[in-house]
């Protein structure tokens, strides 16, 4: 989520507009030798193209997380449509034909159908079944239908933040929590836990927990190549790794800090969005790479498998851009 937070106990604004300072250098100096040179273009014809814009998908609400779904061709995309942490029941969720994204439809709305939503962010697809986080619990759909299946209460357990969901290699659900509170002027605080909960058999229990390691913990997405959940915190630079029963993380890279969502390509590269420098990256071998800028407030990403694009969400704009991922 999706203010910068440099003292996790500040309060600050709930859409704070994030400035994307950008340095470019352009030309050279007329002493530099040519060794030199000929190393930066080396180098520059060696970095990743920026992604080209592919469309957009608009009339979103507060859009905070997609998800694609080969078996539908079609994208989810949560719907706040407020305050993060209002318990106002209006969240949905929308439905995106990934083959003509002007296609939408509302498949999952709250106060419909005996249907309880009211802040979804992140999202998994078992199956039939769509994971949604919700501020405090974890709520099952049918993604064909949108009706309610099941509703995991994570309150006994102190989740104050419910963010990004991710499905693990042994079929269990795992959810990020970031700890962080809007109050109704949009001020947020940090008055909870930095955790991981994990639902096995819709049995939740906290698989971690550590204020210092996870900072904030936002993304989270499972490198099944490496064997770990790659994490993207909010309030760190560092993006991490961690296996389930393990009491730490590791580093994975260090780029721009505040991220939000996290994915693993398919070539094993890393997709991270950073509020803090309006942008998504790419991480190769550590080393993090700008490959679209100049996107305020870049919320929970997605990719389309089958045509090799990312779904941003746009959560200030109201809308999901999408992108072709090059090599």
Request: aromatic share 8%.
């Amino acid at each position: 989520m999706h203010s910068i937070v440099r003292d996790p106990r500040t309060r600050i604004p709930l859409a704070l507009g994030l400035t994307a300072f950008v340095a470019c250098a352009k030309g050279e100096n007329a002493s530099t030798d040519s060794a030199t040179a000929k190393a930066a273009d080396t180098a520059a014809a060696a970095a990743p193209a920026l992604f080209a814009s592919a469309g957009a998908t608009d009339s979103m609400k507060t859009p905070e997380s997609v998800r694609y779904d080969a078996d539908l061709d079609a994208y989810f995309v949560s719907n706040i449509n407020g305050n993060p942490s209002q318990k106002d029941g209006n969240g949905f969720i929308a439905r995106v034909d990934a083959a003509n994204t002007s296609a939408m439809t509302r498949v999952v709305q709250g106060g419909k159908g005996g249907v309880t939503l009211n802040a979804p962010k992140g999202m998994a697809i078992v199956g039939d079944t769509l994971w949604v986080a919700d501020i405090d619990a974890v709520r099952a759909f049918n993604k064909r239908t949108g009706a309610a299946i099941a509703t995991v209460d994570l309150r006994p357990m102190k989740a104050e933040f419910l963010n990004d969901v991710v499905v693990g290699p042994d079929g269990a659900i795992y959810i990020t929590d970031s700890g962080i509170r809007f109050d109704a002027q949009g001020g947020m605080t940090h008055p909870g836990q930095d955790q991981i909960f994990k639902i096995s058999g819709r049995k939740p229990t906290v698989a971690f927990k550590s204020d210092s390691a996870l900072k904030a913990p936002n993304g989270i997405a499972w490198d099944g190549s490496n064997g770990r959940f790659i994490l993207g915190p909010f309030n760190d630079k560092v993006v991490s790794a961690w296996k389930d029963g393990d009491s730490t993380v590791t580093v994975v890279g260090t780029g721009p800090g505040g991220y939000d969502g996290v994915e693993v390509l398919r070539d094993g590269r890393i997709l991270v969005t950073s509020w803090a420098d309006s942008s998504v990256h790419v991480i190769a071998n550590g080393t993090f790479r700008k490959v679209i800028g100049n996107v305020e407030g870049p919320a929970d990403i997605g990719v389309d498998t089958k045509r090799n694009v990312v779904a941003l969400p746009r959560f200030n704009a109201g809308r999901v851009e999408y992108f072709t991922i090059t090599p």
